[in-house]
């Protein structure tokens, strides 16, 4: 057959573009030929096609799709797929796509042949292939797919049970090659179904078909799978053969496929084009996106789904209640309470709830002239609430304000009292700042006396503070006063109404006093004071108040111990301080009365012993205790200091006659420094060598009485050690002991003893 003669080959090809995303539009295009086996217009190739276009399209993919139908069911000779072979060779020579898909058997057939010349190394994905034998990919390693499995056995199992007295299956199907392999597989199926005979009207006229359909018994039913080309040549549409069929049957006819769907079938578990189509454009995104076909196996998993014709349903008097759970109807009747039974209930409540509102409505304005009165006094009373609500809320708010500024004063209470260690300065400074922090209308601190029988106040805020202070006030434990019974007590004394109070000292200078609190100040269990916290308000203290107070007492007490402790301490150094400055002058004095004269005079020549010089200048130095000038300048007095003793002063002038500069004074009182430490220093080492002789001489002499065996050896050998040590005449007298006088009470050297013992004397 010449290619100029064959006008139908020249279907046209329809190219199909995605949409491209933004992030996708500089990414290369791919070109996907999708190669159908029937022609446009035929359902279940239009809903393959549909769903290879919804996933192709999706943004991202960048696929331009050409569309090429070989219209099979019309022409299907070898020297029609030759010509076909011939033109999609011109075609796609040079347009060479990146993949190719196919849509049933007759496609699919075509790329086996010719795959391999027409688009060598191609990917290929197929898809409508009944029930595909993987065998056949042996030599195609670029292939893969959907396999076509019609549920057939899923449309028998639920028609034989929608019709149980069923003993005959009478199966309507052509000698195309999907018609061949659909009867391929209903041959296996029908050895699970041994009470069902199959009968096969496949290669009959359409007239033949019409009459056999229409002289079947009631315990037979009709299973169409597709009926496109009869034995006479005849072709029909999907939209042709399903009615006919199903107006000459006298019992239901069930099917596989979806595209007879309301044309006459009662339904079935039928497969979807659509969704043959969209699972193999997932696949080649999948090999588009760089996944190799034979890293893909074929899909073999049927995606049929229960669908049914309501008319038919009630043409064969079927129970939609019969029916799976999950089951699609079509043609189903608009319920307006099926299709918005949400909205029908939401509704009818609402009308319910109106009908009730209305009903108490009226009840009500039935009862409003009566509750008029009442009404007006709720009013009243209302208002009276409200003007009494907003009181307490002010309160409650004025309450959480001063918890929260006890809190903050409490911290900022315990961080400034820690800084500061002198009671003086400490006391005052804590009841201004307890004051001012709590808004209070007076603070005062109270401490014990030595005798812990008077509370003295220490400290007080304001004016009244001041005077109460210059006063002298004071307040005895455990008598009439808060303060008193509080330290007596050990326990807070709080009294929320002070007018109400029946034992309270008034005071004059605090006439405003409301609420009042005395807080023990106690330290590891001893009470040392007490603290006062007054307000101008009525019940202006609550428990939270008080504990937070509570916590700021101990705080205080604790601040008042520590700074007691540190005076102490301070006094205690400042007192040793005195007393090493004592014995340092003392000793001082002792080494300058042995050497009244001491001193060095140096000049260019020699140094030598001052002598008597001692010039104003240095008695000045010597008197004040500060570097002294002479009259002209020239000459310049430091004191020497040790321990705060001025032991003598250097004197220095200048052979020119010029006055010291300060960077020249600067230099000598470092060196009058140095000699400072360095005097004292020597002092130190003489009196500690001369310590240290005179604990070896005790020790020598020790050693000697150790050594004598009888009384007058021990006693003649310490008259005469000691007379050595001291270099003076010594004398030592025994004298017995009165006979009632114990032996605890004698003693030695007493001159006037009238028995006295032998005297030994010695004298150096």
């Known amino acids: 057959m010449a290619l100029a003669t064959t006008s139908l080959l020249f279907v046209p090809v329809t190219p199909l573009y995605s949409t491209p995303s933004r992030q996708a539009e500089n990414a290369p295009r791919r070109r996907v030929l999708y190669i159908n086996s029937y022609h446009r217009g035929y359902k279940f190739s239009d809903d393959i096609t549909q769903g290879i276009e919804a996933v192709l399209k999706e943004p991202g993919q960048n696929v331009d799709l050409l569309v090429e139908y070989m219209d099979t069911k019309r022409l299907d000779s070898p020297e029609y797929m030759e010509e076909l072979y011939q033109l999609y060779k011109v075609k796609y020579g040079t347009l060479k796509p990146d993949l190719v898909i196919s849509s049933d058997d007759a496609a699919l057939n075509f790329l086996f042949q010719y795959a391999n010349e027409l688009f060598p190394d191609v990917p290929v994905v197929f898809s409508g292939a009944n029930y595909f034998d993987v065998t056949r990919l042996a030599g195609f390693p670029n292939f893969t797919g959907v396999s076509e499995i019609a549920d057939a056995q899923g449309t028998l199992d639920l028609a034989l049970a929608l019709h149980p007295q069923t003993r005959q299956i009478v199966v309507v199907n052509d000698t195309s090659v999907t018609g061949q392999r659909v009867h391929e597989r209903l041959s296996t199926l029908q050895a699970s179904y041994p009470e069902i005979t ?123 209640s019969a029916l799976p759970g999950d089951s699609f109807v079509l043609n189903k009747p608009f319920s307006f309470f099926e299709q918005y039974a949400q909205l029908v209930w939401i509704v009818g409540a609402s009308f319910l709830v109106l009908a009730t509102a209305i009903t108490i409505l009226v009840f009500n304005i039935l009862r409003r002239r009566r509750a008029e009165v009442q009404l007006n006094q709720s009013l009243s009373e209302l208002q009276e609430s409200r003007v009494l609500l907003e009181e307490r809320v002010e309160e409650r708010t004025e309450a959480l304000r001063q918890r929260a500024a006890l809190l903050e004063a409490a911290a900022e209470v315990s961080r400034t009292t820690t800084e500061i260690v002198d009671l003086e300065v400490l006391l005052p ?43 002298g006030w004071e307040l005895r434990v455990g008598g009439q006063s808060m303060i008193g019974r509080c330290v ?118 020699a140094t030598r012993p001052a002598g008597n010089v001692w010039r104003p200048e240095m008695q000045s130095a010597l008197d004040t205790g500060k570097i002294v000038a002479g009259e002209s300048g020239a000459a310049l007095a430091i004191p020497l200091r040790v321990r705060e003793q001025v032991v003598g002063v250097i004197d220095g002038r200048k052979k020119d006659g010029t006055a010291w500069l300060p960077e020249e004074i600067t230099l000598l009182q470092s060196l009058v420094d140095q000699l400072n430490v360095a005097v004292e220093s020597a002092r130190l080492y003489e009196e500690s060598q001369r310590r240290a002789m005179r604990e070896r001489l005790v020790a020598e002499v020790s050693g000697r009485l150790r050594a004598s065996r009888d009384v007058e050896a021990v006693l003649q050998a310490t008259i005469r050690e000691l007379g050595q040590v001291l270099g003076a005449t010594a004398t030592i007298r025994m004298t017995p002991l009165s006979a009632d006088e114990p032996v605890a009470s004698a003693s030695a050297g007493s001159a006037s003893a009238p028995n006295a013992s032998p005297l030994y004397p010695t004298a150096l």
């Open 198 to 320: 199959f009968i096969y009207l496949e290669d009959i006229s359409m007239d033949n078909l019409r009459q056999q359909l229409n002289q079947l018994s009631s315990d037979s039913l009709v299973l169409l799978t597709i009926f496109f080309r009869d034995n006479a040549g005849g072709f029909f549409e999907y939209d042709v053969f399903t009615p006919l069929v199903s107006e000459s049957s006298t019992v239901p006819v069930y099917g596989l496929w979806d595209f007879s769907l309301g044309y006459g079938i009662v339904g079935g578990k039928l497969t979807s084009g659509a969704t043959e189509g969209a699972r193999a454009a997932q696949l080649a995104v999948r090999i588009l996106n760089g996944e190799s076909p034979q890293d893909i196996p074929v899909v073999q998993e049927p995606a049929a789904r229960y669908m049914f014709d309501y008319e038919q349903l009630q043409r064969w008097n079927i129970a939609e």
């Open 429 to 471: 400074t804590v009841v201004d700042l307890v004051q001012q922090r709590f808004d209070l209308y007076y603070v005062g601190l109270f401490l014990l006396d030595e005798s812990g029988e008077l509370a003295v106040l220490r400290a007080g805020t304001g004016e009244a503070g001041h005077e109460m202070m210059a006063q």
């Open 488 to 605: 007596a007590t050990g326990k807070a004394d709080i009294q929320l109404d002070v007018g109400e109070a029946s034992v309270r000292f008034d005071n004059p200078h605090l006439p405003e006093t409301r609420s009042e609190m005395a807080l023990p100040l106690r330290v590891r269990g001893e009470i040392i004071g007490a603290m006062t916290i007054q307000s101008h308000r009525v019940a202006a203290f609550e428990q939270d108040d008080i504990r937070t107070m509570q916590t700021v007492a101990d705080q205080i007490a604790a601040v008042i111990s520590n700074a007691r402790l540190f005076t102490q301490v301070q006094e205690g150094l400042a007192a040793e301080r005195r007393a090493y400055g004592d014995l340092t002058h003392a000793a001082w004095q002792q080494l300058l009365q042995s050497a009244p004269n001491l001193g060095y005079l140096s000049d260019r020549r």
